[in-house]
């Protein structure tokens, strides 16, 4: 094997591992923690409160949580679209206009202001959400 090949596989395996989330989550922890978020957000398909329902949120295109309105940040990001997958979360949970701006490509505020600090709760809440 060349060293260009061996260099590409390296790289290749590289940025698998870097959208990979970085801890395996507990769903049980997890849905301890969704009581937070449980003030704007419901696990009801359809019921929607400040935020969008997070049922199927996880795998979710962008912007289709059905009779939610969402914001101008989350819209610009929307644009280049993407989808609502366990990397996305995971770095959304954390910063959520950091995350939408990242994707826009410019400047974006989102309506949700509360993050996840810890990468275990992040963890644990995306692997709760992906049972609902």
Same mark, same amino acid.
């Given at each position: 094997?060349?060293? %260009? ?24 922890? *997890? ?14 398909? *359809? ?5 969008? %329902?997070?049922? *199927? ?23 280049? *679209? ?7 979360? %995971? ?18 505020? %989102? ?22």
């Amino acid at each position: 094997m060349t060293y %260009s090949r061996k260099l590409a596989l390296v790289a290749g395996s590289l940025m698998i591992l870097a959208t990979a989330p970085a801890v395996a989550g507990d769903a049980a922890k *997890g849905e301890k923690l969704f009581k937070r978020c449980a003030a704007c957000h419901s696990l009801d398909a *359809g019921k929607n409160k400040v935020g969008p %329902s997070l049922a *199927g949120a996880v795998g979710r295109e962008c912007g289709t949580a059905e009779g939610y309105k969402y914001g101008r940040g989350y819209k610009a990001a929307c644009e280049n *679209g993407f989808i609502a997958d366990e990397a996305f979360l %995971s770095d959304y949970l954390k910063d959520p206009s950091a995350k939408l701006s990242e994707i826009a490509g410019s400047k974006q505020r %989102s309506k949700m202001s509360f993050k996840l600090k810890k990468e275990d709760d992040v963890a644990d809440v995306i692997e709760f959400l992906k049972t609902k």
